[in-house]
């Protein structure tokens, strides 16, 4: 029993891990398309991104730049493309038009040329980019890529200074806190952010060992934790990976006795953000119970 839950709640952690791309990972597979698509005489020119923030557009067209130029592209310098720009009047908050990408791209003497715009869907962006042969006039690559939210990402739109902080929610679990028995726990809990990856908060569980037959105990913990955020698929600050430490009381109510043992343990999970609604697979260990699997889900704001 203790394998298959452990062998579970790894199996969502890494589901949730690996589910997003930040915009870093996505530049490398446009790289290699845009590679793989051209030959080693080919001269590229690579142009401003139609973007809702000219950092994110700059930032692409220089990342893309850096990494064809790796992978062994001739590629047209900016000092050159800024001059093209200012005798065609190309503005930057207008989606560039194929004639008008051709027309740059011979006055630089380039054989192809690299454009295309980011639009904001579904909290993920899309970025369209079109690769454009200038003998032909035709498409050599058009394509779509799509990247999640991230701490890089919304800096660059101008929004990183604003994130959740302060999260409640709910959870469920199952722990064991003796070699016999099991038992079924829910509680509440609340966290705070002090910083991009560490907040501190509390918890209470309360739990009732269902398959005691000989006697009838409940125990309440009060506790206190400390979250570490130690990565982020996603680049949210407050999400992601985690550990945790926790310390407090469990309170245990056995028949009519009341007993209050020091509660101290650590554990971890990940915290999977949907704007500002989340949930989390979570495992827990220490004394005086042994280990606890749960999930929890709660708001942010």
Not at 19 to 25: H, L, P, T, V
Not at 28 to 55: E, G
Not at 79 to 92: F, H, I, P, R, W
Not at 225 to 245: H, K, N
């Amino acid at each position: 029993m203790k394998k298959k839950l452990l062998a579970f709640t790894f199996s969502l952690l890494c589901s949730f891990g690996f589910a997003q791309e930040k915009i870093d990972s996505i530049m490398l597979k446009v790289a290699d398309d845009v590679t793989s698509k051209c030959n080693s005489k080919t001269i590229l020119c690579i142009l401003d991104f139609n973007s809702p923030s000219k950092d994110l557009s700059e930032y692409i067209q220089t990342e893309l730049t850096s990494q064809v130029t790796e992978n062994g592209m001739k590629v047209v310098t900016r000092s050159n493309m800024n001059k093209v720009d200012t005798e065609l009047n190309y503005q930057l908050s207008g989606f560039i038009s194929d004639e008008t990408a051709l027309s740059i791209c011979k006055r630089l003497g380039a054989n192809a040329i690299v454009f295309g715009q980011i639009k904001e869907l579904d909290n993920k962006y899309n970025l369209q980019v079109r690769l454009l042969d200038v003998e032909t006039a035709s498409y050599i690559l058009f394509k779509t890529y799509v990247f999640s939210r991230s701490s890089k990402s919304e800096q660059l739109l101008g929004r990183a200074a604003n994130y959740y902080k302060t999260s409640i929610g709910i959870c469920a679990e199952v722990n064991k806190n003796s070699i016999s028995y099991v038992a079924p726990a829910a509680g509440i809990y609340f966290d705070y952010s002090f910083f991009r990856k560490i907040s501190l908060g509390g918890k209470l569980i309360a739990s009732y060992d269902a398959f005691e037959k000989e006697n009838t105990v409940y125990s309440l913990e009060p506790l206190a934790a400390l979250r570490v955020y130690l990565v982020s698929p996603g680049g949210e600050p407050s999400t992601g990976f985690y550990i945790e430490g926790t310390g407090g009381a469990d309170i245990i109510f056995s028949n009519e006795n009341v007993y209050t043992v020091f509660d101290a343990g650590g554990g971890f999970g990940f915290r999977k953000e949907f704007d500002s609604f989340y949930i989390e697979p979570m495992v827990r260990f220490g004394y005086p119970y042994i280990f606890a699997v749960g999930f929890g889900t709660g708001l942010r704001f």
